[in-house]
Structures are given as structure tokens and as C-alpha cells.
């Protein structure tokens, strides 16, 4: 007999293309995976993948077993929905993509509260860039996604929280007394930025390119895919970066780092809640959305 927690591996790994990425979001170690779909192999009597430039790809046979899992894997969730809503429990799984900056200062407390409120319900995080965050949603591991930039039009987008993002430096370095720099300034500055596929990077290149900076020629000496890791390299006194200021307030608060402004630099975004328009949101990420923007006093969508 074959149970759903198998098949939901082998699905995922055959979206993701990676047993060490189908690991990392289903939070099971990456042996244990590969026990599971060996032992899936052994009940169907056939390989399902094979190797193919890195990427572990499905044979003949486990394309033919995929189409069938997955329809039966969408009957599943939809029957615990069904029976979530009969019972008004939420006894089942959020699995919740998070871009690397509201993750670090904002979706922590929220999530510890909706689990106070919803004690049966299950969140499962997946923290990346935006760009991750998407390709889990489009391959179907992800149920809710909320990231740092307007998404593709694959997704349904609800705007949620506006945040601000700002240039800084350690208090030591001379252009913390500046007062204002001008864009041209940042050619000469030691740069500590997120890394390519990042939001933050996205919308702050977009910005500065407007006026006038060619942005490959910044002296960007380190990229970090963490936005705590910048702030603490920038704090210990080297280089100067672009964070949310929302991420940084009680440093910014207590001296450790200084916000520099920069002539004609002005960058405030909207984080997005997003999901796939292909697939409805779940009952438990409805419940997830109203939860949260309630608790920050935005409206709630009706198509939520």
C-alpha cells in the first residue's frame, strides 16, 4: 500500500528536480527522502528518476505514476479542506514561501501568533529570495507565498505592508556625517548587497539606474543572500548597503548604523501575498491572510 506522504515526496522531488530541494521544503533529511522513493520504487516495480545534467528528471514509468499522484495528491488536500470547514479545525499544513526581509523581522511574530490562535494548524516556512519563493508556488510545494516585489502574472497579488528601504553605513565611516551624498558618490563606496535574484537588489538597481548610475560598475565587494548577515557585516565597520529600514530600527535607533540619503534616492515598496491563478488558495492560507492583515490593520481583499 502505498500512503500520501510518499507520493507528496515524489511529487515534490519531481518539481523541484532535486531530492536535496525537496529536503529543504518538506523538512525531512535528505536521506530520508531518498528512502521513501526507493521504497516507492520497490512497491511500483520500476525506477521513477534518472539523472540527466545534474537535475534528477522522471523515466518513462515515473511520468506515468506523476500524472496519477498528483491528481490523487489535489483530491487529498481538497478533502481535508472539505473536512476542515465541516469541523471549523484548521488540523492541517501551511506550507509558506518567505523572501528573505519580512521573514527576518515581521513574519516571525505573526506566524507565532496565528499559532496561539489556531493551535491545530501547522506552518511550515520556506525562506528565499522572491525568485524561490515563485518557483515554489508555480511547482506546487508552496501553498502562500509573500515576497518583497510585484510578482509575475502567474500569481494573484494582495498588497500587504509597505516598507522602506534605505542606505546605511557604521557610524566610523565618513559618509555617516554627509548629511546627503550625491548618486554619483556611490562609484567610491565599498558596497555589502543582497545577491542577484534578491527583491531588495531588484528594486534598488531599478532606482538607482533612473538616475543615471550604470549599477555594474558599483564596487560591490560582498553579496549575502541573508539581509541579518549584511546588517552585521555593515555594523561591525565595513561598507555600507540597502536594507529595509524596518529590519534595522532598534540599530538605528541605538547608533550602530546611520541611514544616508542619497539626492533623488526614495524607495518605498509593498510586500505581496501571492499564489498561483492556476490553483485556488487553500482554506488554511485564507485563514493565514485574513490573520495577518488583520493583526497590521490593512483591508482584506475580498477574493481572500
Known amino acids: 500500500m502505498i500512503d500520501i506522504s510518499k507520493l507528496k515526496t515524489f511529487v515534490t522531488v519531481a518539481d523541484l528536480g532535486s531530492f536535496s530541494k525537496a529536503s529543504e521544503i518538506l523538512y525531512i533529511t535528505q536521506p530520508a527522502v531518498t528512502q521513501q522513493i526507493k521504497a516507492l520504487e520497490k512497491t511500483i516495480g520500476a525506477k521513477l528518476f534518472q539523472r540527466q545534467g545534474g537535475k534528477m528528471c522522471l523515466t518513462e514509468e515515473g511520468k506515468r505514476i506523476y500524472e496519477i499522484a498528483k491528481l490523487l495528491l489535489g483530491s487529498y488536500e481538497g478533502l481535508m479542506e ?14 509558506l514561501g518567505v523572501s528573505a526581509t519580512p521573514s527576518e523581522y515581521i513574519i516571525p511574530t505573526l506566524i507565532a501568533e496565528f499559532h496561539r490562535e489556531f493551535p491545530s494548524a501547522t506552518v511550515k516556512i520556506f525562506t528565499g529570495n522572491s525568485h524561490d519563493v515563485e518557483e515554489g508556488l508555480i511547482s506546487g510545494v508552496l501553498n502562500l507565498g509573500i515576497i518583497e516585489r510585484e510578482p509575475s502574472g502567474k500569481f494573484v497579488s494582495v498588497p500587504w505592508l509597505e516598507d522602506e528601504i ?15 551624498i550625491e548618486p554619483e558618490d556611490l562609484y567610491h563606496i565599498d558596497l555589502v548587497m543582497r545577491e542577484m ?11 538607482l539606474e533612473k538616475l543615471g548610475i550604470v549599477f555594474e560598475k558599483l564596487n560591490i565587494k560582498i553579496e549575502a543572500n541573508n539581509s541579518r548577515t549584511i546588517l552585521h557585516i555593515v555594523k561591525s565597520g565595513y561598507g555600507s548597503s540597502f536594507l529595509s529600514k524596518g529590519l534595522m530600527i532598534r540599530e538605528i535607533e541605538r547608533g550602530q548604523v546611520v541611514p544616508v540619503k542619497i539626492k533623488g534616492f526614495k524607495v518605498k515598496r509593498r510586500f505581496n501575498i501571492i499564489y498561483p491563478k492556476t490553483s485556488n488558495i487553500t482554506f488554511l492560507a485564507s485563514n493565514f491572510v485574513k490573520f495577518i492583515m488583520s493583526k497590521t490593520q490593512e483591508n482584506i481583499p475580498e477574493h481572500v
Open 82 to 95: 472539505e473536512i476542515a470547514k465541516i469541523k471549523k479545525d484548521l488540523k492541517d499544513s501551511l506550507f
Open 166 to 180: 534605505v542606505f546605511f553605513t557604521y557610524p566610523q565611516n565618513p559618509i555617516a556625517d554627509a548629511g546627503e
Open 197 to 207: 535574484n534578491s527583491g531588495t537588489r531588484k528594486i534598488v538597481k531599478e532606482t
